[in-house]
């Protein structure tokens, strides 16, 4: 069941740069963002003096902030694996990646700078010129290097890869590995398939044939399919093909496929595979606390008057406590009780617990409007100020619904490994409001499982940025 846990979509088969001729792309690439990310940020700040005071200001006034800047943004587009050839091409996801993480050093080079009082720091006129312009320049050079690695990649002088195909009689070459050998440049130009290993002889001949045929054609690699398990006919064969100075490739059999889109882990001196991933660490956790803590405390300090607002137009609206209490099943199957603006006429807490539907009369008319864009869910900084609940995480259910959804989905439980959010996974992928059929749920769940296993500081940062786009885009929300 992989499905549960890596709910990506299957990337795009597209062209691929051919392996080995360009090994130091992912370093030209980076070291070109980071030249332009300084060059960018003096331009623009002496730019921006020359305007304003009539004469450019101090280089270094400016290179010490573009060169903090590009090192932040480089390393961590390094990390998030955008400067390969793969992701290079797949346009759409390097603007959404680039403005994800221009966003996160902007904002975190500007933090940094006011908590330690920067002296001749730039003005913020400036700095908000040189966060839009260097995005519009990152932009257009993710633009450039796609339209230049596409016609790269199909040019004859580069693509021009011969794979020689080795098989067992029963381990059929896929279509999906058909298409990725085509889609990275290569060609197929010899399968040959191989004989019984009883037969020490046919499979010498066998071996003989295939030693030849490189010898004598240009071949640049050679994929073996064959079952993983059988490890004395892989060791028979590459022992054969150590005299070739070619590389030999294992192709996974759909077990091993299935197994290797789990995550690889540190075990000793070994790689292992992760099937489960446990609670977080204690450096984990610390971390995640550390978040929740940096944005809650601001977030309610500057939220108090718009909360204490939202209050007075719940209690003029509708007779009944301002805030809602309900039980809810937290970390580990813990119950608390979960804080909300009331938006309802009804406030239920028992064994059977009626959803919110489109339409529904007991919804109060502030309520409505408190429901569409999640501001019902503010109150629940006080969850997380509390540690009941975080930021980020899978969203908490009545525990009447939980109790139903228990039964019905035998994963359901695994969700309480990390503490509830207050937006999640599930939510920015447009999973949020009513479930009325079990398969709603079913997919809310697996979203949950996904975070879960692949829980990450990054990752909750991305949620937590993509969540007002979904709010004000989702109509899922009554």
Known sequence: MAFLYDLRPP????????SGRFALLPQAVALVDWALIVALTIACGLGY???????????????????????????????????????????????????????????????????????????????????????????SLRWSEQRALSRLSKSPALTRRQVMVVRHPQQSLSDSISQTIAASGGTISKTIVLPPTSSEMAFSDCMGTVIDYVRQHAIDEILLATSWADTSLIEKITGHLAVVPLPVTLIPDPVVSALLQRPLVGFGPIKAIELQRPPLTGSQLLAKRLLDLGVTIPALALLLPALAIVAGLIALDSAGPVLFRQRRIGFNARTFYIYKFRTMTVQDDGAVIQQARREDERVTRIGRVLRRFSIDELPQLLNVLKGEMSLVGPRPHALAHDDEYGRLIAIYAARHKVKPGITGWAQVHGWRGATPEVQLMMRRVEHDLWYVNHWSLWLDMKILLLTPLQIFGSENAY
């Open 11 to 18: 990337a795009r088969l597209i062209p691929q740069l051919p």
């Open 49 to 139: 003096d020359l305007v304003n005071y009539g004469q450019p200001g101090e280089i270094a006034r400016y290179s010490g902030l573009g060169v903090a800047a590009a090192t932040l943004f480089a390393s961590s587009a390094f990390a998030r694996g955008l400067y390969f050839g793969s992701q290079l091409q797949q346009f759409s996801r390097q603007i959404k990646e680039v403005a994800l993480i221009w966003g996160v050093v902007f904002l975190s080079l500007v933090m940094v700078a006011s908590a330690l009082g920067v002296e001749k720091a730039p003005s913020g006129k400036a700095l908000l010129l040189f966060f839009v312009i260097g995005l519009a320049g990152l932009a």
